[in-house]
């Protein structure tokens, strides 16, 4: 049952929020104080909270922040009739989830609390102190036992030696990471308010929030993969220590230094995917798609606006330079991430089965094509594959590996879908 909690003074606004919440099937405890509200917020569990900003006894944003204080990680949407960007980062900085600008229209604030409702239903859940990761609290800048800041390629603490957490997942979640991309997400939502694609811009919520993270293999590198002595792929760079040749092609002799754009100094433990909803891949990389359990990855995965090599030519960066702050993410928000992205590439006229194709171009046969990158640190198991999409092979070699290939698949319990 969705439980939502209304924390609006207005009492004609909150008899109005509760009779359409009701019709729609929700439960609704309300209160016009935010005292109370916090109250409210820390003893049950919400499915959501509305929460307005102006309240006879206290600050909505005072409410919000006494809420995440406590560890209350309900999804927060505020309601108010502030349009001012400031107001608005402010929210965003200690927590909210949406802000709705009144006036609104019933059908939009109940999209958005389905959106914000499901995001934080993931399988990662976001840790007290800002739900969605969009807080300015920075969770992972120094090592939890004895204080030491750790460098930025590190997994363990030089002092203590105590686990500090992936790299790319923490330089992801560091605050200047953070603040740019609510400053490049409230960015986005003047402009879907502007195109009048504010359903549309729901409909990239939704689909970002089943997104699958897949990559491409040729069959030999996936026969390979499956019938070795080793289950785990690992990255390209620890291939070549083991003996892959790299090609003479301007990815392979320039993708070290694109690649230390991305992740300073970790690049070498990365492996690389991207994301898709529709279990598209990438043929460019390889015919056969494989798409990986979310569960074993989304700890150690980051996100990155493109590939660097692509990045770094948009962006005019040489060898050395850093990405500008607000391009990656953390799993959690990737739907920011893909709204700061994509948002001018929305068109009133798109339909949800429109979203697969704005996540990745359905290009995937060119090197350019362009997708969301995901960065996964370590290597990956074989027992992470959860489906594996590709042809019937024609050529005569690859037809001798497809057997084994099915049969291995067929022993860790993996689907396969023939492609024509």
């Known amino acids: 049952m969705t439980r939502i909690l209304i924390i609006e003074d ?35 569990k919400y499915s959501a909270i509305i929460l307005d900003l102006t309240l006879p006894d206290m600050a909505g944003l005072d409410v919000l922040r006494q809420l995440r204080a406590a560890g209350v990680v309900t999804p927060v949407l505020i309601i108010s009739g502030s349009s001012d960007i400031e107001t608005k980062k402010d929210a965003f900085s200690e927590g909210a989830d949406d802000y709705l600008t009144k006036p609104f229209h019933p059908d939009e604030l109940l999209c958005r609390l389905k959106i914000v409702i499901r995001r934080v239903g993931a399988p990662m859940s976001p840790a007290p102190g800002g739900v969605s990761g969009l807080s300015k609290e ?7 036992r004895c204080g030491h800041r750790p460098s930025v390629s590190c997994r363990v603490c030089a002092v203590c030696q105590s686990d500090v957490g992936y790299p790319n997942v923490r330089l992801a979640d560091t605050a200047a990471e953070r603040d740019e991309l609510i400053d490049r997400v ?16 729901e409909m990239l919520q939704a689909a970002m929030d089943d997104v699958h993270i897949v990559f491409n293999r040729t069959l030999a590198s996936l026969h390979t993969w ?3 002595d080793s289950p785990q792929f690992v990255s390209f760079y620890r291939q070549l220590t083991v003996g892959r040749t790299p090609t003479d092609s301007v990815w392979d002799l320039q993708r070290s230094s694109t690649d230390n754009t ?57 060898a050395g330079d850093k990405a500008p702050p607000g391009h990656r993410s953390t799993w959690e928000n990737r739907g920011s991430l893909a709204l700061a992205k994509l948002s001018r590439r929305l068109k009133a006229e798109m339909t949800p089965d429109d979203m697969a194709e704005l996540i990745m171009e359905p290009r995937g046969e060119t090197a350019d094509c362009d997708f969301i990158e995901a960065h996964i640190f370590g290597p990956i198991h074989r027992r992470s594959i959860a489906m ?7 050529d005569e070699f690859e037809a001798l590996l497809w057997p084994s290939v099915k049969h291995m698949l067929s022993e860790l319990g993996v689907e396969v879908e023939v492609t024509s």
């Open 10 to 44: 207005h009492h004609e606004t909150a008899r109005s929020l509760e009779d359409f919440l009701v019709s729609q099937g929700c439960t609704i405890s309300s209160t016009d104080l935010g005292e109370e509200g916090v109250d409210l917020g820390r003893i049950y």
């Open 138 to 144: 920075l969770r992972t800048d120094k090592c939890s």
């Open 186 to 201: 409230l960015q986005a939502r003047q402009q879907i308010e502007r195109a009048g694609v504010g359903p549309q811009a």
């Open 226 to 228: 499956l019938l070795s």
């Open 262 to 318: 991305a992740n300073p100094l970790s690049f070498p433990e990365i492996s690389y995917a991207a994301l898709s909803c529709n279990y598209g891949g990438m043929p460019y990389y390889g015919g056969y798609t494989v798409i990986l359990k979310e569960e074993d990855l989304l700890h150690r995965t980051s996100l990155f606006e493109e590939n660097p090599f692509s990045f770094c030519k948009a962006h005019g960066l040489a």
């Open 388 to 394: 594996v999409v590709g042809p019937e092979p024609t």
